[in-house]
């Protein structure tokens, strides 16, 4: 699965999916909201666009790595401290490539994705600087 939502996602469905025939190494990340003396977070996402470089980014994924399955959910619209914001799970042969596919994915998403988030304070809020350029001065 390759969505961006605003919903959360159920991590042990996609882990008990991900387990294929062959699969000896299922490694999840779950990035979520840090309390970095925030309130709450919020995501913007030009969907259209992330959800086709999230697709590019999983096929190159299993290409290179020689992944079994890749699920990316990235979340949007306005989260809490501690909730779900990104969730990948791949399953592969054997962990080495489970954790490399999984790495690879993370950071090509960080690099290129156009997916931005406003960090909300009790003082108001500021958008995360990060690789890529949104508009009026926002970045992820």
Request: net charge negative; aromatic share 4%; charged share 30%.
């Amino acid at each position: 699965m390759i969505a961006i939502q605003t919903k959360d996602v159920d991590i042990g469905q996609l882990i008990n999916a991900a387990k294929q025939r062959g699969t000896g190494a299922v490694v999840v990340f779950d990035g979520v909201v840090r309390d970095d003396d925030i309130t709450e977070m919020e995501l913007e996402a030009y969907e259209e666009v992330a959800v086709k470089e999230l697709e590019k980014i999983a096929g190159e994924a299993k290409s290179l790595h020689k992944l079994l399955s890749v699920d990316i959910i990235h979340r949007i619209g306005r989260l809490s401290v501690g909730e779900n914001i990104l969730i990948i799970v791949v399953s592969a042969g054997h962990r080495a490539e489970a954790y490399a596919g999984s790495r690879f994915i993370i950071e090509a998403i960080k690099a290129g994705v156009p997916i931005w988030k406003k960090e909300l304070t009790k003082d108001g809020g500021r958008w995360v600087t990060g690789e890529h350029a949104h508009g009026s001065g926002k970045s992820r």
